[in-house]
């Protein structure tokens, strides 16, 4: 797999984790519990903010492990870019 494939496979887990909360989420907001709905509300509120937050420190170049995730957006989707800003490793390449 090359390093933007890797880069993509964990975007594309994120996607999967910012979806499938609330998916389950709402089994147990609606679940009958003794908590109160705000606070579960909030608790599946906190999940999908640490899923984004997980993405982003874990969006490192597999090389240099510097953070990638302020261009994210170019190494996923512009196909032109093509090296880690930090160290110049091709990102198609296989790791
Ligand atoms: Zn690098």
Same mark, same amino acid.
């Given at each position: 797999m090359t390093i933007r494939g890797h880069l993509k496979f964990r975007y594309r887990l994120m996607i999967w984790g910012v979806?499938? %909360?609330p998916v389950l989420g709402l089994s147990w *907001?609606? $679940?009958s519990t003794p908590l109160n709905h705000s606070f579960r509300s #909030? $608790?599946?509120a906190i999940v999908e903010i640490a899923v984004m937050l997980l993405f *982003? #420190? %874990?969006f490192r170049c597999p090389n240099c492990h510097k953070n990638l995730s302020t261009i994210s957006r170019q190494v996923l989707f512009n196909p032109g870019f093509c090296n880690c800003p930090h160290c110049g490793i091709n990102l198609e390449q296989t790791t």
């Open positions: 979806m499938m %909360t *907001l609606y $679940s #909030a $608790s599946i *982003l #420190a %874990t």
